[in-house]
């Protein structure tokens, strides 16, 4: 005979107890691309725009790349309703001491009040979020803030489920001079890469560009040019030599 412990929970899903309001769900899997890179005058952010749950994809045209004031963006991954509703809650602190204080509030600084609140609720949140944009103080700045709330501040980074497919990529193209037409180039790149090993990233292709002048947004799509095609190796043919295949 052998004892369960009884600190653990059986594998198999609970039953509902609608009395208590208990409706047990199973974990969604979500995934997203998410890319973003200083240059020399600014920064660069790119996302593909497939939201998905699971094997289904809810969306095959979502921006993911959400303005925050005129000179900074906010790319987020995770649960689209946490994401989002951090975004505006962060929108409107950024708005108020904009207003309040008569003087734009810093990328560092807007980057921590989310950090904030990423922190704080982090056991109710499933969001992770770049925050990239341009100041008078330092320029281009792009701050990575996984879930968990821990801000770092990157030269070039990736985000989400297809980040893993290109983050060594990123580390080798990136250089201090980067120019602008440089700088799109590789993320544009790096997003088609991520989509196309990436079974939970794809659809377009959205690049935003953000320097002093303001913030820039572009649309790639798989149908028109400028979309970042990936070329693959032919394949060794599969079947024994003596039977004949056209590839």
């Not at 109710?124 to 821990?150: C, H, M, R, T």
């Given at each position: 005979?052998?004892?369960?412990?009884?600190?653990?929970?059986?594998?198999?899903?609970?039953?509902?107890?609608?009395?208590?309001?208990?409706?047990?769900?199973?974990?969604?899997?979500?995934?997203?691309?998410?890319?973003a890179?200083?240059?020399n005058?600014?920064?660069?952010?790119?996302?593909?725009?497939?939201?998905?749950?699971?094997?289904?994809?809810?969306?095959?045209?979502?921006?993911?790349?959400?303005?925050?004031?005129?000179?900074?963006?906010?790319?987020?991954?995770?649960?689209?309703?946490?994401?989002?509703?951090i975004?505006?809650?962060?929108?409107?602190?950024?708005?108020?001491?904009?207003?309040t204080?008569?003087k734009?509030?810093?990328?560092?600084?807007?980057?921590?009040?989310f950090?904030?609140?990423?922190?704080n609720?982090?056991?109710?949140?499933?969001?992770?979020?770049?925050?990239?944009?341009?100041?008078?103080?330092?320029?281009?700045?792009?701050?990575?803030?996984?879930?968990?709330?821990?801000?770092?501040?990157?030269?070039?980074?990736?985000s989400?489920?297809?980040?893993?497919?290109?983050?060594?990529?990123?580390?080798?193209?990136?250089?201090?001079?980067?120019?602008?037409?440089?700088?799109?180039?590789?993320?544009?790149?790096?997003?088609?890469l991520?989509?196309?090993?990436?079974?939970?990233?794809?659809?377009?292709?959205?690049?935003?560009?953000?320097?002093?002048?303001?913030?820039?947004?572009?649309?790639?799509?798989?149908?028109?040019?400028?979309?970042?095609?990936?070329?693959?190796?032919?394949?060794?043919?599969?079947?024994?030599p003596?039977?004949?295949?056209?590839?």
């Amino acid at each position: 005979m052998v004892l369960q412990n009884m600190d653990t929970m059986r594998d198999e899903k609970r039953k509902a107890i609608p009395a208590l309001g208990f409706y047990p769900q199973d974990e969604i899997s979500t995934g997203t691309t998410l890319i973003a890179m200083e240059y020399n005058g600014g920064v660069v952010v790119g996302t593909d725009s497939r939201t998905s749950a699971g094997s289904f994809i809810t969306s095959r045209a979502t921006n993911k790349i959400t303005p925050i004031t005129d000179n900074m963006v906010v790319c987020r991954s995770g649960s689209a309703a946490d994401t989002q509703a951090i975004a505006d809650i962060a929108k409107y602190h950024i708005d108020v001491y904009t207003m309040t204080e008569n003087k734009p509030v810093t990328i560092y600084r807007s980057s921590q009040i989310f950090r904030q609140f990423l922190y704080n609720y982090r056991e109710q949140l499933s969001a992770s979020v770049l925050v990239a944009g341009w100041d008078s103080e330092l320029g281009g700045q792009v701050y990575a803030i996984p879930i968990g709330g821990f801000v770092s501040r990157q030269r070039s980074t990736a985000s989400g489920s297809g980040s893993t497919f290109v983050q060594g990529f990123l580390d080798s193209q990136w250089r201090p001079d980067l120019t602008l037409e440089e700088c799109k180039a590789i993320v544009k790149q790096a997003v088609g890469l991520a989509t196309f090993r990436d079974g939970s990233s794809g659809g377009v292709v959205r690049l935003a560009v953000i320097d002093k002048t303001g913030s820039k947004f572009e649309l790639f799509r798989p149908d028109k040019p400028g979309f970042p095609f990936v070329q693959t190796p032919t394949p060794h043919l599969s079947f024994p030599p003596h039977i004949e295949q056209v590839l």
